[in-house]
């Protein structure tokens, strides 16, 4: 468990953070390439995400080394009272440091500052292949309910490594 004992914390991403968290990525798609060396339009990419008030990367870190991160988004909504929704994706921690608590900690620290934003609802997807490896335990443990068909529809070409691994588009989408 991922607690003040082991020297854990979740917080919120910094600028520097980016191979970092590229690293995590990469490791968590082994065997699926994800460059870790940063391109100018991952470091775009980034900046954008950074300067966005409403999204958040969040990032565990154990001592000094980053071992997982997960992506929040509060969008505002006119329903529900105006009360924003939160939309969560790529929940990754690496494989050596998975079944500590690490991701539960991540998502607790997601879900305190959606409702201290005032959010109604966390929406989260969850591919079916994670039903057999404890991601969906985990969701549903810490409150969240399987409700909802999710459906997707890709408007750019899926890399090769996803199209023949049956694997997502998104990286790290969970």
Request: aromatic share 4%; proline share 3%.
């Amino acid at each position: 468990m991922m607690t003040a004992a082991s020297q854990g914390v979740v917080r919120t991403a910094r600028h520097e953070d980016l191979r970092a968290v590229l690293a995590i990525h990469a490791e968590h798609n082994a065997g699926h390439p994800i460059s870790i060396l940063t391109s100018e339009r991952q470091a775009e990419t980034w900046r954008r995400m950074m300067a966005t008030h409403d999204l958040t990367v969040y990032v565990a870190e154990v001592g000094v080394e980053l071992v997982g991160t997960a992506t929040a988004l509060v969008m505002p909504n006119v329903t529900y009272d105006c009360a924003p929704t939160v939309f969560l994706e790529a929940v990754v921690v690496t494989p050596r440091h998975r079944r500590q608590g690490i991701a539960r900690a991540i998502v607790q620290r997601v879900l305190a500052d959606a409702n201290a934003a005032g959010c109604n609802r966390v929406q989260l997807l969850s591919h079916k292949r994670h039903a057999t490896d404890g991601a969906h335990r985990l969701y549903t443990s810490l409150g969240f309910e399987a409700e909802a068909e999710g459906f997707r529809l890709y408007l750019q070409a899926a890399p090769r490594s996803h199209l023949a691994s049956g694997r997502d588009h998104a990286v790290g989408t969970t």
